[in-house]
């Protein structure tokens, strides 16, 4: 394999990895969970315990990632091919113990990922001057979540079961998985750094960023859980309920190659404090106003800002720490977001019982969403630190 990499190609290995870690590993959960429930094998309360021990392997796998024994190269590939296989694995059993444990390991691959491409694979973009590209990398979370969506979709209409979907989402992606696991280049490395090889500069951690980003894996985590399903209360024809998560998706990932040319003018810290504030409109517009147009609203606007936000602080993390310090920013972060969905999920669940809709957890949500935009925008970076301009 040749050792010159072009940039396109750079960022279309970060962009399928995510699709099929983060799109389909983390989130195929989600149009499969009105599924799965139609099916008799699960209710809410169980798809939010499920929903919280994906999050919970996400928040062990961000912790976890730094002391991996294995290279960033052969971390990705364990990773991505793992993600196929303990997706594939929902399908072939009814245990709930089992799909405990599956979803778990599911949250610590997609942890894995979204960490290597971060660190590595953004940063060859950047050294290569090709920061726009980013957008593209981080493109790649929204087009898995958007084919996870149409594909069940389609799984519906045709009349599948949860089970048989489950299959055949975790084999497509094993099978891209095998692929693309042989083309993963240079931009990540093939030689895990040792601790003890030469002193690393070390950067404070920006606690208003870190509790800002955990704040927005709580706010976009209730409908990115519950959006089919609360679409489904509504209508019942998957035809219309159907098309809330391929929404939800696209706009994800239009949303980030938008979004680089306001991260080019603006900055990242007052993009993403715009964007947890248009997160907050819509898990508002919903809770006010129950309707499949406010469903599809909401979709729209939360899955138009929450891969922006952390495009936002994955960049971010280059720009508040020096180089041998950013994998541990990364893993802060990631943790941080982790928090957020583990807590997400089992308070609407239980707000949900309380009064019988999902209005009160996502207004809660929504003030959180508020009260920590405003703090990202006027946070110190290390760069600022330093003295020197901050780069997009």
Not at 137 to 146: C, E, K, L, T
Not at 210 to 232: E, H, K, Q
Not at 298 to 312: C, H, K, P, Q, R
Request: hydrophobic residues 55%; contains cysteine; aromatic residues 8%.
């Amino acid at each position: 394999m040749t050792e010159h990499r072009s940039p396109a190609q750079i960022a279309a290995l970060g962009l399928l990895a995510l699709a099929l870690a983060m799109g389909i590993g983390r989130f195929a959960f989600t149009p499969l969970f009105p599924m799965m429930q139609q099916d008799g094998t699960l209710d809410i309360s169980g798809g939010s315990l499920l929903a919280a021990a994906n999050f919970l392997g996400y928040w062990m796998g961000a912790l976890s990632a730094a002391a991996l024994p294995l290279p960033p190269r052969n971390t990705l590939r364990l990773a991505l091919l793992a993600t196929g296989i303990v997706t594939a694995a929902m399908g072939l059993t009814d245990a709930y113990w089992l799909w405990l444990a599956l979803r778990w390991l599911a949250g610590l691959f997609s942890a894995w990922t979204l960490i290597v491409v971060s660190n590595h694979v953004v940063k060859a973009l950047a050294d290569a001057g090709e920061t726009r590209r980013q957008g593209w990398v981080f493109a790649g979370v929204g087009s898995g979540i958007a084919l996870a969506g149409l594909a069940c979709l389609g799984f519906m209409v045709a009349g599948f079961s949860a089970n048989a979907s489950w299959l055949a989402l975790g084999g497509g992606t094993l099978g891209l998985a095998g692929l693309l696991s042989f083309l993963i280049g240079p931009e990540v490395p093939s030689v895990r750094r040792n601790a003890g090889e030469g002193a690393v500069e070390k950067a404070p951690l920006v606690w208003r960023v870190v509790i800002a980003y955990g704040v927005m894996g709580l706010g976009y985590i209730i409908p990115a859980t519950y959006l089919p399903l609360m679409a489904r209360e509504i209508v019942s024809d998957p035809l219309v309920f159907g098309w809330s998560w391929p929404v939800f998706g696209l706009a994800a990932a239009l949303s980030t190659v938008a979004a680089r040319n306001l991260f080019a003018r603006y900055g990242n810290r007052p993009v993403w404090a715009a964007a947890q504030a248009v997160m907050a409109l819509g898990l508002v517009l919903p809770a006010l106003l129950p309707h499949m147009a406010t469903i599809v609203l909401s979709g729209l606007l939360v899955g138009g800002t929450f891969m922006v936000v952390t495009m936002a602080g994955m960049k971010e993390t280059h720009v508040i720490a020096p180089p041998g310090d950013v994998s541990r920013h990364i893993a802060v972060l990631t943790a941080a977001f982790a928090t957020g969905q583990i807590a997400g999920p089992p308070a609407a669940s239980f707000l949900h019982g309380l009064t019988g809709s999902f209005s009160a957890g996502l207004l809660a949500a929504a003030v959180l969403l508020l009260l920590t935009a405003l703090p990202i925008a006027i946070a110190r970076s290390y760069a600022a630190s330093r003295g020197t301009a901050p780069t997009p």
